[in-house]
DNA sequence: GTATTTGCAAATGATTTGCAGTGCT
DNA sequence: AGCACTGCAAATCATTTGCAAATAC
């Protein structure tokens, strides 16, 4: 079971409901606290929200996910990856990863950051999915 | 007082509480809730929460202001001005706008959108500001 | 004068905390 | 065994709502 390495690889405990937590977050690319304790639920019927936030701050701590905050919508989680930036549906709520790296953006070109030393850039772009285009 | 014609242009009624919430804003830059109604306490003790969140709404609806969601800190608030992005400093909080135009980037590199349709790009660089990196 | 806005208090929603019991390693 | 984690209940913090009185236009 490979998530198990990964929690351990970043020195948290493997508990089944870190597992479970994981296994949600990377089948469903985004998710909110609201929906991953729905999904989980069915499958813990025991877990509590507080140990989904602590589970979740724990994670975020040693980058093994990622928040992304998304202007209008809840805050979502995603397993931490790659870099890249994230399109937001803003008529159906849908976020996806798309490839543009954000650091090559800082690098390709001398933006004048105001003497900021850069660690991280996010980058979302909101706009209408194809799905809702056509309706 | 230019303010009231701000609102009067955004069809919303000019009401001293308004033209306090813009001009704050106005010469903070960029403001939270929370720091707001601290200063606003101020001048009008008066004033409600309910009030600012109605008013922040309002504004937000007429795209008069625009709230900018940053990773890790509370949303902070911004008059509607012309396209930029921001960085912001991960040790003080200090948020600031950059003159990188977001939807110039899409023009000029041809991103793979995944079919999207987008209407707005908000981008925010997390790093460390010179003043703190003094320190 | 009328519709909108304000401010209050209460409701709701989201997140955090303390603590006793449990479980991972 | 020992420390970290879980789950509960309560506390805290953030945001929204309903409504009567006040105000902009």
Same mark, same amino acid.
């Given at each position: 079971?490979?998530?198990?390495?990964?929690?351990?690889?970043?020195?948290?405990?493997?508990?089944?409901? %870190?597992?479970?937590?994981?296994?949600?977050?990377?089948?469903?690319?985004?998710?909110?606290?609201?929906?991953?304790?729905?999904?989980?639920?069915?499958?813990?019927?025991?877990?509590?929200?507080?140990?989904?936030?602590?589970?979740?701050?724990?994670?975020?701590?040693?980058?093994?996910?990622?928040?992304?905050?998304?202007?209008?919508?809840?805050?979502?989680?995603?397993?931490?990856?790659?870099?890249?930036?994230?399109?937001?549906?803003?008529?159906?709520?849908?976020?996806?990863?798309?490839?543009?790296?954000?650091?090559?953006?800082?690098?390709? %070109?001398?933006?004048?950051?105001?003497?900021?030393?850069?660690?991280?850039?996010?980058?979302?772009?909101?706009?209408?999915?194809?799905?809702?285009?056509?309706?």
């Amino acid at each position: 079971m490979k998530y198990q390495e990964l929690l351990k690889q970043h020195r948290l405990k493997a508990t089944p409901q %870190r597992m479970a937590i994981i296994e949600l977050m990377y089948n469903a690319g985004h998710i909110t606290i609201e929906e991953l304790y729905q999904s989980i639920v069915k499958k813990f019927a025991s877990i509590s929200l507080a140990t989904l936030y602590k589970n979740i701050h724990s994670m975020m701590d040693v980058s093994l996910i990622r928040e992304v905050k998304v202007p209008g919508y809840k805050t979502k989680y995603e397993i931490e990856k790659s870099e890249h930036a994230h399109v937001m549906c803003t008529s159906c709520g849908e976020l996806k990863d798309i490839s543009l790296n954000p650091s090559s953006l800082l690098e390709n %070109r001398q933006f004048d950051l105001a003497g900021y030393k850069a660690d991280d850039v996010a980058i979302v772009i909101s706009g209408i999915c194809p799905n809702c285009q056509k309706k």
